[in-house]
């Protein structure tokens, strides 16, 4: 997948959003149903060779053409290239967010090759390098997008204490589109 319809996209989520006017759906008082605008080329480029890394074509084209985050699963997409606005809280995603543009941190080889459930025992930072956090899901469980090696594209959901680390997706088309699908 490598090409989004934004005017599609963003329609689902204002449906979306009238289908929920209480932000009843887990995470929607954080992201609102509300899209950043697209970032240009020029600025996701930049990314890429500051980290000496190529994103994935689905959600590269998705920062690209529909927008930098936040509506999306979980408490919502966190965007690539800015941290999140200054709330009046500080949540774990944001140092997460600052970890994974630590120099080095997302070229690095993503470690595994096969899932691991259950408790990890492994500390979760050797675990995520190669990695982009996309979204938290509260309690330390958050979402990320393999940027290295074999399992590059998917979407792994990393829960330390009790799931595991674990694919959810087989990329970011299909997991953000899954929420786009609500119940």
Known sequence: MGSWDESAVRARIRQTAARDPKRARFGADTHRYELAPPLPEAQIRAFEEAHGIELPSAYRSFVAEVGNGPAGPGHGLMPLTAPRPQADEEWAADDEWEQDRLPGRLATPFPLTEPRPGRIGTPADELTLGTLMLAEEGCGIFLRLILTGPRAGQVWQIDPDWGGFVP??????????QW???P
């Open 180 to 182: 786009l699908t609500p």
């Open 168 to 177: 959810v997706a087989p990329g970011f088309h299909t997991w953000y589109t």
